[in-house]
């Protein structure tokens, strides 16, 4: 009897241990699967909306080709072109991962601008995306032009004359007299600006990793950093731009110190969602949680979103700050809407700010 006891009990502890076992196992599978799936890995670690980009270039793989001059785009068919070497330098939330692309005094020349246009007939320009990540280091000049398409020269007829009007599509970081960042937009023959002033330079300057975004379509224009988000109302009395044959630029004459991570052009507006998933691309790469999902099946990436937000809200927090001690100063009201301004128009003050949680 003693020995049936004594079985009876070790063979109900070592169920019990299976069962413990087993339902650890299963635990576990359900925290990997989940980060560690084909599809999971592609929704973190791929760029979005594919079929609508038009080209993408990033530090994250082996794509820039100093002995020719040329950064590949991710499907080595388009390609930026640069005069000096193009250094690598360690990213700052992992250096042991994915290296920057370090372009200051470095302008990149891509392809010609009106392939970046929407009708390829008319060379027309109706609707686009830009979105930019890097290590923002500072600069030494007023004028900073992040991204540049020049258009066609068009035709304005007034009552009594003709005039001829530059078309041009371009964010500009200007410097102000209090070494903060007034910027700037330009599409066609309109200037955008007074709604995104005095942005503090701390709070864009030296962060680990700092996402530029700016959308436009018919009715409006939608510039970002990181969560803040700001809008005009477009100009009903611009005309269309018709883009031309001077090659896309990126950095207008190297002017700012920027270690670029990654760049990427739609020739559509895309979504906020776009947006958060590039920013979980560029942190993630940067990380090196990629590498860790794909090599370490043990891996809790469950900790991966806490760290990104809190990066984003720290960044978001300085931002906010700078903003708001603006608003004090000047005792702004926002205001719904935001108009553009035209080249020889009275700078606009109002400001609207709208904050956007990823």
Sequence with gaps: MKLLNFLGFLIGFIITILIINYININNSKKIVEKYSTVADIKSIT?????????????SFNDKIDNKVNRWYDNNKINFFTYLKQIELVPNGINADIINGAKIDSIQLNGPNSYYFANNTETNELNEFSIYFA??????????????????????????????????????????????NFDIIITIGNVVYKGLINNIDKSSIINNDVINFYLIYNASQITFGIN?????????????????GSTPVIINKGGNLNLD???????????????????????????????????????????????????????????????????????????????????????????????????
């Design 134 to 179: 890097g290590k923002f280091k500072g600069t030494n000049y007023t004028n900073n032009i992040l991204f540049e398409l020049i258009g066609n020269t068009e035709t304005i007829n007034y009552p009594n004359e003709v005039k001829y009007s530059q078309s041009v599509v371009n964010l500009n970081f200007m410097k102000n007299q209090n070494n």
């Design 46 to 58: 791929t760029i979005p909306s594919d079929t609508n980009k038009f080209i993408a270039i990033d």
């Design 227 to 243: 969560k803040q988000i700001y809008r005009y109302k477009i100009d009903e009395n611009a005309f269309k731009v018709k883009l």
């Design 260 to 358: 670029l991570y990654l760049f990427v052009y739609y020739k559509t507006a895309i979504s906020f969602t776009d947006i958060q998933q590039l920013s979980r691309f560029t942190y993630s790469n940067l990380s090196g949680l990629e590498t860790a999902i794909s090599n370490t099946p043990k891996c809790d990436v469950l900790t991966a979103d806490n760290i990104f937000n809190e990066k984003l809200k720290e960044m978001e927090i300085n931002i906010l700050k700078s903003i708001e001690k603006k608003n004090l100063d000047l005792k702004i009201e926002p205001s719904i809407d935001i108009k553009p301004l035209s080249i020889k128009n009275i700078e606009d003050d109002k400001m609207k700010i709208l904050n956007w949680f990823f």
